[in-house]
C-alpha cells in the first residue's frame, strides 16, 4: 500500500468482508432480507446492514404479534414525533374541503 488510493480500496474490502460476515451468521429464516442487503447501492456499511436487519424483523415481530399487545409497538413509535403536522390522520371529506372531490356529500 503506497497510495492513498490503496488504503481507500483496503478499506473498503475490509468493510465489505464485515457485512459479508454479518450477514453469514444470521439465522436462514432472513435470506430474503440479505439478499437486499447485499443488492443496496452503493454496498452498504455494517452500521446500514444491521440497521436493515433490524427494521425488517422489527417489522416482521409487529405483524406477528398478538392484537392486545401493543409493547412492542410502543417501543418502536417511541422515536417518532407528536406534532399534529407530521402524523397523518384519517378524516372525512367536507364541503369546501380542499380534499372534497363531492363524492361524499350525499352521504351524510
Aim: overall charge negative; aromatic content about 6%.
Amino acid at each position: 500500500m503506497v497510495c492513498a488510493t490503496d488504503i481507500k480500496k483496503y478499506n473498503l474490502t475490509i468493510q465489505e468482508d464485515r457485512v459479508y460476515l454479518f450477514l453469514d451468521g444470521l439465522d436462514d429464516l432472513i435470506d430474503n432480507v440479505c439478499a437486499d442487503v447485499l443488492q443496496m447501492q452503493p454496498f452498504p456499511t455494517i452500521e446500514q446492514a444491521y440497521a436493515r436487519v433490524r427494521r425488517e424483523e422489527l417489522r416482521h415481530a409487529v405483524m406477528l404479534s398478538n392484537p392486545d399487545s401493543t409493547h412492542v409497538a410502543a417501543m418502536i413509535l417511541k422515536g417518532v414525533q407528536t406534532d399534529s403536522r407530521l402524523i397523518p390522520t384519517l378524516q372525512l371529506s367536507k364541503p369546501g374541503n380542499s380534499f372534497d372531490d363531492g363524492r361524499n356529500r350525499n352521504a351524510q
